[in-house]
T-cell receptor
Framework: ETGVTQTPRHLVMGMTNKKSLKCEQH?????MYWYKQSAKKPLELMFV???????ENNSVPSRFSPECPNSSHLFLHLHTLQPEDSALYLC??????????????FGPGTRLTVL | AQTVTQSQPEMSVQEAETVTLSCTYD???????LFWYKQPPSRQMILVIR??????QNATENRFSVNFQKAAKSFSLKISDSQLGDAAMYFC??????????FGAGTRLTVKP
């Protein structure tokens, strides 16, 4: 359960604040992901990084800015968010390659509330 | 676009009984992977079971098994001998070989003692 960690676990911010979410994986994986989980909606894939390179951005607003300085760390920088951005933000990692290993492992998430 | 549908927002099962959670998906791909994830209340999402589309044999992990019907694009999860610890949100997910991942909206499973 501690293979992927996320901090903070809870965050309350105003619409004019700037904050960052952090994700760290201790599994030796080379791919990392950000998901948004809203109530009663499917998980939405936001960003994908493979070997520190962003390979997918699913039409995410620019107020969300990812950063992947190395294969073990992933950040999500937040600025001028909207109340509808309140959600659970999940980080995941995987080891791209064979089908047997490319299973995503999730962190506990950051519960974000935008006031 | 690939979509994943879980038609049961909530399910309930008596402890020690068996329950089946439904999942259907829509895709034009022939090679892909299917997953069931479990998310207990306030806890981490964990993988329950996975199935490669090219394998005809249904995957099994202890009390968890799937019924994979490729032609029908159906991927149901069966939980046998349900335990209180099985109570959670269960998400069905689909992934293509290029790492495009799609999740269903989830099924909340309650286990009654």
């Amino acid at each position: 359960e501690t293979g992927v960690t996320q901090t903070p676990r809870h965050l309350v911010m105003g619409m004019t604040n700037k904050k960052s979410l952090k994700c760290e994986q201790h599994l030796g994986h080379n791919a990392m992901y950000w998901y948004k989980q809203s109530a009663k909606k499917p998980l939405e894939l936001m960003f994908v990084y493979n070997f520190k390179e962003q390979t997918e951005n699913n039409s995410v607003p620019s107020r969300f800015s990812p950063e992947c300085p190395n294969s073990s760390h992933l950040f999500l920088h937040l600025h001028t968010l909207q109340p509808e951005d309140s959600a659970l933000y999940l980080c995941a990692s995987s080891q791209p390659g064979t089908s047997e290993t490319d299973t995503q492992y999730f962190g506990p998430g950051t519960r974000l509330t935008v006031l | 676009a690939q979509t994943v549908t879980q038609s049961q927002p909530e399910m309930s099962v008596q402890e020690a009984e068996t329950v089946t959670l439904s999942c259907t998906y829509d895709t034009s791909e022939s090679d892909y992977y299917l997953f069931w994830y479990k998310q207990p209340p306030s806890r981490q999402m964990i993988l329950v079971i996975r199935q490669e589309a090219y394998k005809q044999q249904n995957a099994t992990e202890n009390r968890f098994s799937v019924n994979f019907q490729k032609a029908a694009k159906s991927f149901s999860l069966k939980i046998s001998d349900s335990q209180l610890g099985d109570a959670a949100m269960y998400f069905c997910a689909y992934r293509t070989t290029n790492n495009d991942m799609r999740f269903g909206a989830g099924t909340r499973l309650t286990v009654k003692p």
